[in-house]
């Protein structure tokens, strides 16, 4: 019978490492449902601290500082894994000094009036007919669909 994180009579490189990290991120993640987190936050806290397991010791602050740093994302990605990061910290008791990120406020896209309408234009009959109403009036979707 195989054993997790073993391929054949050798451990799988890094496997172990990766099994008490999991360990420990499993603990976190039911230490924050029991504090009162929402499941969507403890969904991505998971997602993050997976991540970083995948590629440095999460018990290591400045391994996970220096794999942070020469990340290529943006700086609001950043924020949210240092954020997800000091929190594991926290509750883990490790020292964490959390470096800033200044999130880079961008423009929200608007598609010219042509590219509407030919969206409007490719959609059936009856979603066409009330997203033209939303367009010419202003309205909202609610305050449309409640009109008489």
């Not at 590629?55 to 290529?72: G, R, T």
Request: aromatic share 10%; proline share 6%; glycine share 6%.
């Amino acid at each position: 019978m195989a054993h997790s994180g073993r391929v054949g009579s050798n451990p799988t490189p890094g496997a172990i490492r990766l099994t008490h990290a999991l360990q420990d991120i499993f603990n976190f993640l039911w230490h924050c449902k029991k504090a009162g987190f929402r499941d969507s936050t403890i969904g991505g806290f998971s997602k993050v601290l997976k991540h970083l397991a995948r590629h440095v010791s999460l018990n290591n602050p400045e391994e996970v500082l220096s794999f942070l740093a020469s990340k290529n994302v943006s700086e609001a990605r950043k924020e949210v894994i240092a954020n997800c990061y000091a929190k594991y910290c926290e509750w883990k008791g490790l020292p964490f000094s959390k470096p800033n990120y200044r999130r880079v406020k961008k423009f929200p896209f608007v598609p010219y009036e042509s590219e509407v309408d030919m969206l409007i234009s490719a959609l059936p009959k009856r979603l066409s007919v009330f997203c033209q109403l939303i367009k010419e009036t202003g309205a909202r979707p609610g305050e449309a669909w409640n009109l008489k």
